[in-house]
């Protein structure tokens, strides 16, 4: 059984409809004026979900999204054909986060951008389970595309989140709890129950909701205390 | 031990790899010849472009179905048998283009045919079926430095006791969405890649690349080399440079140094082509690592982007496997060098017994892994 405790949660889930400008004016006061401008929808919302996080400079980060930087993605591709730098570099995985993290200058030893649909919220989790440091944020988070949604490639909805794993259950809120099955028998099927998805993740979050599932060779639960 | 390294032996069971000049043996071979197989040749494919380096396993533009998919069913041919994707051998996919350049041929040509893959897991999914793999396969995506990270998590996979043996498969293929994107950079620019040399202008050249590795523990045995060690570091300074003084580079490779105490080592480093990075990287290595060969392949086979630290290991060992255990040196380069431990002709591997390589990526991110070989 691998184990870790939940000892901060951020999720940040706008209202349907608001927009990168929108998000940029309500949270201006996260991020240095600068960078600010410059800053996508998704970048906005994973800043301001990292800002209460208490970094430690060993600190540990995994990144969780199926779509990433959809407008990013679809504003590029309408550069050509004289491609635009700025846009190619946002676009590229995983600004979302560095956009916050470089605003803030804050270094990382170790990041592990992750992407994927259907088991994402299982391999993000197991990445951040089986990552040695004290300390280690696991951020997920989508924005809503335009004409890639019509297409299937982006996401519905706009959210983010930061969860603080450590290994200290001493006034944890919750833990996430994985217990691999066993090394025989194993048949290549997968006899396991749907993966919550990044957005059930998210809710499940926010509401402080347990979940339960197997997959991912074991088995796996979010319980709060 | 530095908290930045992860000092997890896994064996490298099988790797092979694939590039312009074929599979890893053949590249290592026209590596020593010093052949280059970059070319000049449109930056955005059929829409012309200025000409820019790329070194490509056939026409850049993308085609349905995608380019890059036949091309990696010959390369999976040689991966060895498997229940690839099962619970306890699972599949990590390294790449930071996956089939991003279908969505510039859907915008360029609406063919709704080419966003079917678009996605990194519409495109993973699509090689999933193809190669027959299970539903056990992690998607891993930080620009240039992804492929060390999927080897590195394959490490962690093993040593947890999690998975028996891992699959590391990625995979970049150009496409004008990425060329001109680099080309928008000015790093991307008519002259050909010359790495660590101290010259007024620098450039990249950018390549086709996959490759593959089968990782286990390594007390499993085998005749493979040993990944021995990752080091992995974010400066978070800037997203397309360095911290002027050199510290990102400096924290990388004093960890991997630690790891790699009491060994001959060679360098295989980034070595895009660019001055300033290249200088730091030359620099930080020669003060970690006194008196070691540094060399790069870049400036032959282009920059394989979020592929290249497997691609290049797999050219690294296919070069320690021939008989000769001649490591190719930085073709496409030239003296003055930004440090005297350039080696710009092919050296004898027998005098060390390890490799640091090493890869950087966008928004400062560093990573390096010790590959032993005695």
Known sequence: MIERFVHHLCVERPAAGETAAEARERLREKFPRAALRRMTHLGLLVGAALDDAAFAAADAMVYATTFAETRALEDYLGSFPTPSPLLFQTSIHPSAVQQGLIARQRPLPRLWPITGRARLVEHALLTALLEPAERCVLIGGEERGTWMLDHGMASEGAFAFAVLFTSQRAEASGRVNFSPAKATGETGARDGEPCPSLADLAAALAEKRPLRWRGAAGDWSLAWA | MNPAVDQLSVRVAACEGLTPFGDAAATSEALLAGRVALQRRAVLGRDGGDAVPLALLGPMDETLPPRWLAALRGLAAKIPPGKWGSPRQPVIVSSSNYGVGSLHAFTRDHDPRHVQHGTPFACVELLRRELGWGEDVQIFSHACVTAHLGLAHAARLLHAGVADRVLVFSFDFVSPFVAGGFHSLKILNGAMPAPYAAREIGAIGLGDGAAFAVLTRAADGGDGGVLAAHA?????????????????????????????????????????????????????????????????????????????????????????????????????????????????????????????????AFGGAHAAMLLTHD
Do not use: Y
């Open chain 2, 232 to 360: 992995l570091h974010n400066e978070m300074h800037h997203f397309t440079g360095n911290q002027p003084d050199g510290a990102g580079f400096a924290t990388c490779a004093t960890a991997i140094s630690e790891a790699a105490r009491g060994r001959r080592v060679w360098v295989k480093g980034h070595g895009t082509g660019t001055l300033e990075a290249g200088r730091l990287e030359a620099e930080a290595f020669a003060r970690a690592f006194p008196g070691a060969p540094l060399v790069s392949w870049k400036g032959s086979l282009g920059h394989t982007l979020g592929s290249c630290g497997l691609v290049e290991l797999a050219v690294a060992l296919a070069a320690l496997r021939a008989p000769a255990k001649r490591i190719p040196g930085t073709v496409g380069s030239a003296a003055p060098t930004f440090v005297d431990t350039v080696a710009l002709a092919p050296f004898d591997a027998r005098a060390f017994d390890g490799v640091v390589l090493t890869s950087n």
